[in-house]
C-alpha cells in the first residue's frame, strides 16, 4: 500500500519536505556571500563551506554568518578536515586543524565537519577509530558533529571501511558522509545500503554518473553528473536515506565542466530542480 492512503509511521519521510544543501566546492572560485546570494533563489536552504572558502571570504571580518542568514539559509558543514586521521602524509603549518575548523564552524553557524583522508594510506581499522573516536569527542565539547568521507586511492577508500571505522569509533556524534560518486566509483552497490549501514549516515552529496565513466581515468574535480542525468540509482538511495533520516538535509556537488560552464546563477538553478525531482520521485513509494 502507498504512503498516500494510509498513515503509516514507515511513510513520514515522504511527508516532509527535506532541505536542500549546496556544497560549496561545486564553484571554487565564488566566495561564501556570491554562492549564497546564487542558492537562495535557486530554492536551497543550506551550504556548506570549505576552510580555503572561509578565508577567502573574509573570514572573520566579513560575518558571513550574518550574511548567509539574512538571504535565509544557514551553514551546515565545514568542508573538510584532513589532518585528524593517521596514515596521511605529513601536511604543511597551514594545513587546517581541528581547532580551526571548530572555530570556522562557530564563525558560521555549521553544527558539522566532514573528515577526509586525502593522500592516505592503508591504515587498520583501530587506529583510523581511535583517532576519529578522539576528535568526535573533542568536537562535542563544542556541540559538532564529524563525518567521514571516504574516497577511493586513500585509506579509506570506500562505504565499507568508513562504515567500520564509525563502527568501532562508536562515538555518538560520528557519522558517514555518503558521496554517491564516490560511492559508485568505489563498487558501492544498493546491497551495501542496507538499514543498518545507512543509519550510520550523516551527510549526503548527490551527483551522478554513467556506465562508461568506470574504464575512463579518474580526473579530480571533474566529470560529475548532474542529478538524473546519469545511470545511478539516486532515487533509491535518496529513498532509504530519507527513511532513516527525514530530517537531513539532502545535498548536492557536482564538479564537472558543464556546471563551470552554466555559471553560477544558472548552475544552482539547475542543481536544485535536479535535486527536486529526485527527491520527488524519492518520496513516491512503490505499491
Not at 115 to 123: D, R, S
Request: glycine content about 10%; charged content about 20%; proline content about 7%.
Amino acid at each position: 500500500m502507498s504512503c498516500g492512503k494510509i498513515r503509516d509511521p514507515s511513510c513520514v519521510y515522504a511527508r516532509r519536505v527535506p532541505e536542500l544543501e549546496l556544497w560549496s566546492f561545486t564553484f571554487r572560485k565564488s566566495t561564501l556571500p556570491e554562492i549564497a546570494a546564487a542558492a537562495a533563489p535557486a530554492g536551497f536552504h543550506a551550504v556548506t563551506l570549505t576552510p580555503e572558502l572561509f578565508t577567502r571570504s573574509g573570514g572573520d571580518a566579513a560575518h558571513l554568518k550574518t550574511q548567509v542568514e539574512d538571504l535565509g539559509l544557514h551553514v551546515t558543514f565545514v568542508d573538510g578536515l584532513v589532518t585528524a586521521l593517521p596514515g596521511t602524509p605529513l601536511v604543511d603549518s597551514d594545513e587546517p586543524t581541528l581547532d580551526d575548523c571548530i572555530h570556522i564552524a562557530h564563525s558560521t553557524g555549521a553544527g558539522a565537519i566532514n573528515v577526509v583522508h586525502i593522500g592516505g594510506v592503508a591504515t587498520p581499522v583501530d587506529q583510523l577509530a581511535d583517532a576519529f573516536a578522539r576528535a568526535c569527542a573533542r568536537a562535542s565539547d563544542d556541540g559538532l558533529r564529524l563525518a567521514i568521507e571516504f574516497l577511493p586511492g586513500t585509506g579509506i577508500p570506500d562505504f565499507a571501511t568508513a562504515a567500520a571505522v564509525v563502527r568501532t569509533a562508536d562515538a555518538p556524534n560520528g557519522s558517514v558522509l555518503l558521496d554517491t560518486w564516490h560511492f559508485a566509483r568505489g563498487g558501492g552497490t544498493l546491497a551495501d545500503l542496507d538499514p543498518g549501514s545507512v543509519a550510520l549516515i550523516g551527510g549526503v552529496q548527490i551527483s551522478d554518473r554513467t556506465p562508461d565513466q568506470d574504464a575512463a581515468p579518474y580526473v579530480p574535480r571533474r566529470g560529475r553528473k548532474i542529478p538524473g542525468d546519469g545511470a545511478l540509482p539516486l532515487t533509491e538511495i535518496v529513498r532509504r536515506v530519507r527513511a532513516a533520516h527525514p530530517d537531513l538535509p539532502v545535498g548536492v556537488e557536482v564538479l564537472s565542466e558543464e556546471v563551470d560552464a552554466l555559471g553560477l546563477d544558472q548552475g544552482c538553478r539547475t542543481l536544485a530542480g535536479a535535486l527536486r525531482g529526485i527527491i520527488g520521485d524519492a518520496s513516491s513509494r512503490p505499491e
